[in-house]
């Protein structure tokens, strides 16, 4: 079973840094967009960043030029190095990845795989 593991969370004072990776465990036929998403107490989940198969960017508005996002396809892993942290910037982070699997049929088949989610505090 393909499974996201994410790891880097944790509690940074306004202005810190973190880094925060996803690994990608389990057989897999291909992986295709991988992304950040976040989702703050009382608000939706949004893109932070996202990043093609081909290392392609792109990033939701209030992490520009703070965020960046970067993948390592041997090792199927992507991280986001998070700098000039805010408190605004608190939420659970989360892992996505658009994948392709073979089936217990021997075909192919589209799926979206989560994270379990890492918590990023902002405080002081």
């Known amino acids: 079973q393909v499974q996201l593991v994410e790891s880097g969370g944790g509690l940074v004072q306004p202005g810190g840094s973190l880094r925060l990776s996803c690994a990608v465990s389990?057989?897999?036929?291909?992986?295709?967009?991988m992304g950040w998403y976040r989702q703050a107490p009382g608000k939706e989940r949004e893109l932070v960043a996202a990043?093609?198969?081909?290392?392609?960017?792109n990033y939701g508005d209030s992490v520009k030029g703070r965020f960046t996002i970067s993948r390592d396809n041997a090792k199927k892993v992507i991280y986001l190095q998070m700098n000039s942290l805010k408190p605004e910037d608190t939420a659970v982070y989360y892992c996505?990845?658009?994948?392709?699997?073979?089936?217990?049929?021997?075909?192919?088949?589209?799926?979206?795989?989560w994270g379990q989610g890492t918590l990023v505090t902002i405080s002081s």
């Open positions: 996505n990845a658009q994948t392709t699997q073979w089936t217990p049929y021997r075909t192919l088949r589209d799926l979206e795989v």
């Open positions: 990043v093609t198969s081909g290392g392609s960017t």
């Open positions: 389990g057989s897999i036929f291909s992986i295709n967009d």
